[in-house]
C-alpha cells in the first residue's frame, strides 16, 4: 500500500531550462546597429518576402500551363494533372492572399510610422527648393542686368537712376 497509483499520466520532475545567452547576444546585435542598417535590414526582409511569394505565384502560373498541354492521355493521367493543377492553383492563392497581408501591414506602417521625420525630411526638401528658387532668381536678374545694359549703355543706367 506504499506504491503510489501508477497511471499512464506524465509527471515532469523540472521545468525546461532555456539558454538566455543566445537571446541577448541576438538583442546585443540588434542595438549594435545605427537607424539606418536596421533600417536595410527589414527593407531587405520585405524584399525577401515579396519576392518569395511573386516566384510562388510565377512558378505556379508556369506549371499551369504545362499541365494544360493536349494530348493523347489516359483517364489516370487526366486525374494526376487535375490534381496537379488543383494543388498549384491552391498555392497560388495562398501567395497572393500573403502578397495582400504584405500590402496591408505596408500600408499600416506607412499610416503608423513616425510622423514627426516625414514632416522633417518634407520641411529639409521644401528648405532646399526655397533655396534652388532663391539661386534661379538670382541668376534671372544677373542674366536681365546683363540684357538691359547691352543694347544701350546710356538708356540702361539712365532707366535705373532713381528720378
Known amino acids: 500500500m506504499a506504491e503510489p497509483p501508477q497511471t499512464d499520466v506524465s509527471r515532469p520532475s523540472a521545468l525546461p531550462t532555456a539558454n538566455l545567452k543566445l537571446t541577448s547576444n541576438v538583442n546585443q546585435s540588434i542595438v549594435d546597429q545605427n537607424s539606418a542598417e536596421y533600417l536595410e535590414q527589414i527593407e531587405e526582409e520585405w524584399n525577401k ?11 505556379g502560373m508556369v506549371d499551369l500551363v504545362s499541365l494544360a498541354s493536349i494530348g493523347e492521355k489516359d483517364k489516370f493521367k ?37 510622423e514627426a521625420q516625414i ?15 532663391g539661386d534661379a532668381k538670382q541668376k534671372v536678374a ?3 542686368d546683363d540684357l538691359l545694359k547691352e543694347p544701350g549703355d546710356k538708356h540702361g543706367a539712365d532707366s535705373q537712376a532713381p528720378a
Do not use: C, G, P, Y
Open 119 to 133: 514632416a522633417h525630411r518634407r520641411d529639409a526638401e521644401l528648405k532646399s527648393l526655397q533655396e534652388e528658387k
Open 49 to 59: 518576402k515579396v519576392d518569395v511569394e511573386v516566384e510562388t505565384l510565377v512558378d
Open 78 to 114: 487526366i486525374a494526376q494533372e487535375a490534381f496537379q493543377a488543383q494543388l498549384r492553383a491552391e498555392s497560388m492563392v495562398r501567395a497572393a492572399n500573403s502578397l495582400l497581408s504584405i500590402t496591408h501591414s505596408m500600408k499600416l506602417l506607412l499610416l503608423l510610422s513616425d
Open 142 to 144: 544677373a542674366l536681365l
